[in-house]
């Protein structure tokens, strides 16, 4: 089966995926650090009412971060 | 007997530094740990506030140590970037540094394992003595898991305490454990340090902590939605979050407006009470009207703020212990981001409307530098409660009483026109040092949210202590040293000018025509137009002629520094009308000032706009000078914010009076 690669900002409420890969290094760092690696299964929670920043669980908690930075984090849903 | 205990506990003095991530309940520890024998400083050349405190530690033998605990600022890991993460890298990994500490302890979240074991393991890499603690662990019996500590313990090589600071639980436990002594772990973790490649080191160290963490957490039952699931979908829905977000100010910004006006009244009245003891008892000295007019009423500027210090602190701590104000964040982030602020300024913000000294000490709060600064530059724009008598006064002075504008009462559209236009000043500043500020700093917005919990109140407590304290100690030097000056300023003048005064009105035939009331008015009037104050008022008459004002006016900007609502009182003491709770009086001597050259009323409707608008703009106020200073521990940004405001207060009369003229 192949592999769709999104960005995690294209993903609506309750959608979930799987981190593949980053397109921003100094923006990939903080999000590893804060336990987004590749191969880690993430959901989105909650946007917020603007339709930015968005919250995220990944790593057994919640996470909030912009579109923006949501856009450099590449993730594959399994179809 | 007494003595010789202590000596031996000053040998034997223990340095503890504290390490976690930030919502890790690590600042709670701190304060259990250490009480109130607590204080702040700074890390050398940083603006980071330094947390640090003492503690006695009761060895098993029964003997004291006495531990000094260092509260590093919480960070996510020690690669340094950013201000906090340097400060705690250098702390832990810099030898020689003077806060190295003895031990260190890493504070983690025990339900939220995984990521709290990412700076934990880079701790206990540098091969300095550690003790782990698993916080939070009812969180950790909520969520249905069980940790095994000892595997765990085994398998970093560090000693493992489970407690629960927000009851104290296993406090004891810690305690004991810093007093033996604690071992470097020999694990390590990254054999080579990928200094190419921090990303690949990311990676590999999680890799590394899944497989720490196998077999040692147990889940049972499955996860249900929780409780902060539930209440997310309220506090952050598009219509309800605002609202409730809408409310939560108004009762701020209620408490700090009206509430806190009750305990100021009492200071204030508790501080009249002492100068007029004064007056009346002691001897009518120069030191005696020194320590009345100079250092009490320099005292009561600083203490006057307390209430309004204390209030909007247990508010902020509350909103920020229950994981609230990650919310308003959260929702508010967008909309201020174009201004360059962050969803965190809409607090300072709005509590400028109050007063910009707390105001301005609660942007500690926003992470990111430049928008911090800018939060702070701006938020004395925002017109606040001691604008409030100089709009009263000059409205009424302008504005005949009962005047309409179609429906609208014009008196009360011009003073709401006066808070619209400090908030628009605000956030047009904001938006103009957007493009101007630099920072090396990326702006992220990368956070976590923590779970909601109920407020501490032993927090909140600590929060309004320390706020209170650090304003005394650090700006109520600065606030009681201008105070001597704006009182010598204003009453003593060049040369033996006061002598000729007093002689003037001792005159016998003067005496004579004229009630006590009125000659101590007019003696008080003419004193200060002689006064170096008066001089200063004069010698700025140029400047400040193109904006309608005289020299009058300018007495009254020279002593309106001391705080802005002194206006009044300024001009009550040139109109020579002396009760200074009388606005009514004032404003009739006011209003029939002629000006010199036209022969028409002084107050004209041009000079009273242009002056309300130097005072919504105009940086005169000494206390939030201090309070910047404080914050910003450098005497560079007041000054940068005392210019820009005090050439937006003059172009802004100068149209206003040229319009209106």
Redesign the interface.
């Given at each position: 089966m192949k592999r769709k690669l999104n960005t995690l900002a294209q993903l609506n409420i309750g959608e979930y995926a799987i981190i593949d890969s980053f397109t921003d290094k100094e923006t990939s760092i903080k999000l590893m650090e804060m336990g987004c690696t590749p191969g880690e299964k993430i959901t989105i929670d909650n946007i917020a009412p603007m339709g930015d920043p968005i919250a995220v669980s990944v790593s057994g908690y919640l996470l909030s971060l912009r579109k923006s930075e949501a856009s450099t984090m590449l993730v594959h849903t399994l179809l | 007997m007494a003595e010789a205990p202590d000596k031996n506990l000053e040998l034997l003095k223990l340095k503890i530094a504290i390490a976690g991530n930030p919502n890790s309940g690590k600042s709670t520890l701190f304060n259990v740990l250490t009480g109130l024998n607590q204080k702040t400083g700074n890390f050398p050349g940083v603006t980071v506030d330094k947390h640090s405190g003492s503690s006695k530690l009761k060895r098993k033998n029964g003997s004291v140590i006495m531990a000094e605990f260092i509260d590093l600022p919480g960070t996510?890991?020690l690669?340094p970037?950013s201000l906090d993460e340097h400060v705690a890298y250098n702390v832990l990994c810099v030898p020689n540094n003077p806060d190295r500490p003895d031990i260190t302890v890493v504070v983690t979240d025990a339900?939220?394992l995984?990521?709290s074991l990412?700076l934990a393991t880079q701790v206990i890499e540098l091969q300095i003595p550690v003790v782990l603690v698993l916080n939070m662990m009812d969180l950790v019996e909520e969520k249905g898991m069980t940790i095994d500590t000892t595997l765990l313990s085994t398998r970093l090589g560090v000693p493992i305490v489970t407690l629960n600071a927000r009851e104290k639980k296993g406090v004891d436990a810690l305690k004991l454990l810093l007093t033996e002594t604690v071992v470097p772990s020999n694990k390590a973790f990254i054999t080579k340090k990928n200094t190419e490649d921090?990303?690949q080191e990311?990676?590999e160290r999680?890799?590394i902590i899944s497989s720490l963490l196998e077999g040692c957490i147990k889940t049972i039952g499955e996860e249900k939605e929780s409780f902060?699931?539930k209440l997310?979908?309220i506090l952050?829905?598009?219509i309800w979050?605002?609202l409730i977000f809408l409310f939560i100010l108004f009762i701020v910004f209620q408490s700090i407006f009206y509430i806190a006006a009750f305990p100021m009244g009492w200071i204030e009245s508790a501080f009249t009470g002492m100068s007029e003891w004064g007056s009346e008892h002691l001897p009518h000295t120069a030191w005696a009207a020194l320590l009345i007019n100079g250092i009490l009423a320099g005292l009561s500027g600083v203490i006057i703020f307390i209430p309004q210090i204390a209030l909007l602190f247990a508010f902020i701590s509350i909103l920020e212990d229950t994981g609230y104000m990650?919310r308003v964040?959260?929702?508010m982030?967008?909309?201020m981001r174009r201004f360059g602020l962050n969803g965190k300024s809409v607090i300072p913000l709005i509590s400028g409307v109050a007063c910009a000294v707390p105001a301005i000490m609660s942007t500690r709060t926003i992470g990111n530098w430049k928008e911090r600064m800018i939060t702070i530059m701006v938020t004395p724009l925002m017109s606040c409660s001691a604008r409030l008598p100089v709009y009263t006064l000059l409205t009424s002075l302008i504005i005949p009483v009962g005047k309409t504008w179609g429906f609208f009462n014009l008196q009360g559209l011009i003073l709401m026109a006066m808070y619209l236009i400090g908030f628009i000043a605000a956030l047009g500043a904001a938006w103009v040092m957007k493009f101007i500020l630099r920072t090396k700093e990326?702006s992220?917005?990368?956070?976590?949210?923590?779970?909601y919990r109920a407020p501490l109140w032993s927090n909140v407590g600590y929060t309004i202590y320390e706020k209170v304290r650090v304003f005394i100690v650090d700006a109520g030097k600065v606030i009681i040293a201008v105070s001597i000056i704006l009182w010598a300023l204003s009453s003593y003048g060049p040369g033996d000018s006061f002598e000729k005064i007093e002689k003037k009105y001792q005159d016998k035939e003067y005496v004579l025509h004229h009630s006590q009331l009125e000659i101590d008015n007019s003696m008080a009037s003419e004193k200060l137009e002689a006064s170096y104050a008066g001089h200063l008022g004069k010698a700025i008459e140029p400047a400040i002629a193109p904006l309608g004002f005289d020299w009058k006016i300018g007495i009254a900007l020279v002593t309106s520094f001391a705080a802005r609502e002194v206006f009044v009182g300024t001009m009550a003491t040139i109109y020579s009308v002396g009760n200074t709770d009388n606005t009514q009086s004032i404003r009739e001597k006011m209003s029939v000032e002629k000006n010199a050259e036209t022969g028409e009323a002084k107050f004209t409707l041009a000079v009273g706009l242009s002056l309300m608008i130097f005072y919504a703009f105009a940086m005169q106020c000494m206390s939030t000078i201090a309070v910047v200073y404080r914050e910003t521990n450098s005497w560079k940004w007041p000054a940068i914010q005392f210019l820009y405001m005090g050439a937006l207060a003059w172009v802004g009369s100068f149209v206003v009076y040229n319009i209106f003229k």
């Open positions: - | 996510y890991s690669n970037k339900s939220n995984k990521r990412f921090p990303a990311n990676i999680y890799r902060s699931h997310d979908k952050t829905h598009r979050g605002y990650a964040s959260f929702i982030d967008k909309l990326k992220y917005f990368i956070m976590e949210m923590p779970v």
